[in-house]
């Protein structure tokens, strides 16, 4: 085996806080590492318990947003709802052939497919 593990997941943001406010804020995501770092911080959340890590960074202002980041979360229904309340256009839930999923942009354009766990 040549690689063992996907640690870390490059998130380009404009606005690290603002970042910060959506993915623990509104998604709940616990932050691993919040450092100063040579261009801005080192800014990384994660799922509690999750070993992937989600790297918000600002230093990549020409980096295009990253599109279909595929996420588990129990209650889709319930992520819906808290995502329209913080107004977040959300498509889904749906039913698909390969199950329940949910679609979403995170504030900088990053999309996301968010299947039932």
Sequence with gaps: MLISAIQTVTVPVADQERALEFYAGVLGLEVRTDNPFPM???????????????????????MAPIGGLVVAAPDL????????????????PSEQPWGRQLLFHDPFGNGFVVSQA
Excluded: M, N, Y
């Design 77 to 92: 229904d319930e992520l819906a709802a808290r995502l329209r309340e913080h107004g977040v256009e959300a498509e889904g």
């Design 40 to 62: 801005g911080r080192w800014l990384t959340v994660a799922p509690k318990g999750g070993e992937t890590t989600l790297l918000l960074a600002s230093w990549f202002p020409d």
